[in-house]
């Protein structure tokens, strides 16, 4: 029978295989970019923030998250970075999408998880419309055991 101590518990193990994890933007290129985090489950997206040439944006994991990633401080057209933990199957799902467009294109773009044994988003400069970014029918979410994301913009 279902119960709100079976809630409490799931709750709870979802909040331990996912607190100390966090998604992580750097920004390697050489200007500002600009993030807004939108959390997939309807709440309010953040405030613009600007992260400088050498600087990272970090979240702690929640619930899931859409990043987007710009070259203006309007944020049109940004780079996704989306992930989706799910603490009682013990995963992260994740992929990078350029289904609202990509303004870092032209660059080298990693989504990188610290578990080496995953896989590892490294789309080439022009790779726009390849395999390596969701976008439109073209879905490349990957799933990998709870772990940091990292994503870098502009990567060497």
């Known amino acids: 029978m279902y119960s ?11 909040v331990v295989g996912t607190s100390a994890q966090s998604a992580v933007v750097l920004n390697n290129c050489t200007f500002d970019i600009f993030i807004i985090s939108s959390p997939t489950n309807g709440g309010a997206s953040t405030a613009v923030e600007t992260i400088a040439s050498g600087a990272n944006y970090t979240e702690a994991y929640t619930t899931g998250s859409a990043i987007k990633v710009a070259a203006n401080n309007t944020v049109e057209s ?6 989706t933990p799910n603490g009682q199957a013990g995963l992260v799902y994740y992929d990078l999408s350029n289904n609202a467009g990509n303004p870092f294109a032209d660059f080298n773009n990693v989504l990188a998880p610290s578990n080496s044994s995953c896989f590892t988003f490294n789309c080439a400069a ?3 419309g390849s395999a390596c970014y969701s976008n439109g029918g073209n879905i490349q979410v990957k799933a990998c055991t709870i772990t940091d994301l990292t994503t870098t913009v502009c990567a060497a």
């Open 78 to 83: 940004p780079l996704t970075v989306e992930y």
């Open 4 to 14: 709100a101590k079976t809630a409490l518990l799931g709750l709870a193990a979802w």
């Open 126 to 128: 022009g790779s726009a």
